[in-house]
């Protein structure tokens, strides 16, 4: 009897393996569609895992694409907590395949959002679409409206300029408004505006929702810049608050299911696009360590370290000749605590510019507590 994995080529069995492994050596990557060179554009944006993933290649001496720059005056701690740097463009969080297929539409003047400000007493304006990026509001609108115009300024150009594109899709469960089907990065109340389920509407996305909006963004991304590249990746974060009337557990795998099978599909779908499973290396449990941290939610130096060992490993060209990562975090060293002060900092950024993290039941909308 024959071997039904005879006629299969090598790399198609060894890299099925995944007993007798070191932890820090698995690897499920087997081939990539193209690779990054050390003068490409790379552009990131996402839900709060990316943040991670750009702080990686910025400091690893590739050609992390910032358009957006904070004054050269501003202290660098202080440009980071108004969301500069952070990713390419100062736009915060990008948590669903809308919101990024919003932002390129606005970014290009062919959707306006109706809902477009949010104003808390006399002096506080607030982004709806960037809750986070400015602690304390905009003290008026013209300062507002005068910010808002070169964001959107910086995204065209991210845009049109950019090589290569990784984002990390992190949630299906959105809030969108009734009126135009505006997406939010969370729902209206918690971090500023009023809910109103007259305005406002609960969707959560299923897999035929993702392609579309992510086929819709490769084709427009495209129609601006032919020869960009895209990398998705899904986050490794579970939700930490659901809006389904279920366990929170039960949303975060049917949210993280809903988005890999949709990865697959995409990738298959269009040209140019690669998948990165930094989903699979934390959330796996196969390299026999945890790379949750004690609140089982946040992923640890050690995770993030392994997932962008792997990814400079097949993505990026003469990676050797750039910064390691033992250099970058002191290397991988099986504990789960971070291990630089620039790494707590990163860490504390991340908490703070995450949206999510507001979703408690004492921010939430009278209307939506159980």
């Given amino acids: 009897m024959s071997h039904p994995y005879k006629d299969l080529p090598d790399h198609a069995l060894w890299r099925r393996a995944i007993s007798n492994v070191a932890a820090p050596d698995l690897d499920p990557v087997v081939d990539v569609p193209f690779t990054i060179g050390a003068h490409d554009k790379v552009a990131t944006s996402g839900s709060c895992f990316a943040q991670h993933i750009g702080r990686y290649l910025r400091e ?8 957006e720059t904070a004054n050269p005056i501003a202290q660098p701690n202080i440009a980071l907590n108004l969301g500069y740097g952070v990713f390419t463009a ?25 809902e477009d400000v949010w104003v808390e007493g006399s002096t506080k304006i607030i982004d709806p679409f960037r809750p986070n990026i400015q602690p304390d509001g905009f003290s008026s609108m013209r300062e507002y409206r005068t910010d808002r115009e070169s964001h959107l300024h910086h995204i065209r150009e991210m845009f049109e300029n950019l090589d290569v594109l990784v984002f990390t899709l992190g949630l299906t469960e959105c809030w969108v408004s009734r009126e135009d089907g505006a997406v939010f990065p969370l729902c209206p109340g918690v971090l500023g505006g009023t809910f109103d389920g007259r ?13 579309a909006d992510m086929t819709a963004f490769v084709s427009e991304l495209r129609a601006v810049n032919p020869e960009a590249r895209v ?6 974060v579970p939700l930490i608050a659901t809006a389904e009337p279920r366990h929170v557990l039960v949303s975060t795998v049917a949210s993280k299911s809903v988005l890999r099978v949709a990865c697959e599909k995409i990738v298959k779908a269009c040209k140019g696009v690669a998948y990165f499973p930094s989903y699979e290396i934390v959330t796996g449990g196969f390299g026999k360590t945890s790379y949750f941290a004690e609140d089982c939610r946040s992923v640890t130096e050690d995770g993030v370290a392994h997932v962008m060992r792997v990814f400079m ?4 060209r003469n990676s050797g000749a750039l910064r390691s990562l033992k250099e970058l975090v002191g290397g991988f060293t099986g504990r ?23 979703l408690d039941l004492a921010n939430l909308p009278k209307s939506m507590k159980p």
């Avoid at 915060?92 to 306006?112: E, H, P, V």
């Avoid at 305005?199 to 392609?211: I, K, S, T």
Wanted: neutral net charge; charged residues 25%.
């Fill in 336 to 358: 789960s605590t971070p291990q630089t002060s620039e790494v707590e900092e990163m860490a504390r950024v991340v908490r703070v510019m995450c949206e999510e993290e507001a």
């Fill in 231 to 236: 990398i998705l990746t899904v986050s490794p």
């Fill in 90 to 114: 100062r736009y915060g969080n990008i948590y669903t395949s809308r919101q990024l297929l919003q932002l390129l539409r606005r970014a290009f003047g062919r959707f306006t959002p109706k």
């Fill in 60 to 67: 690893s001496g590739l050609n992390y694409y910032v358009t």
């Fill in 199 to 211: 305005r406002h509407e609960f969707v959560n996305l299923d897999v035929e929702d993702v392609v």
């Fill in 313 to 316: 490993r097949h993505y990026v």
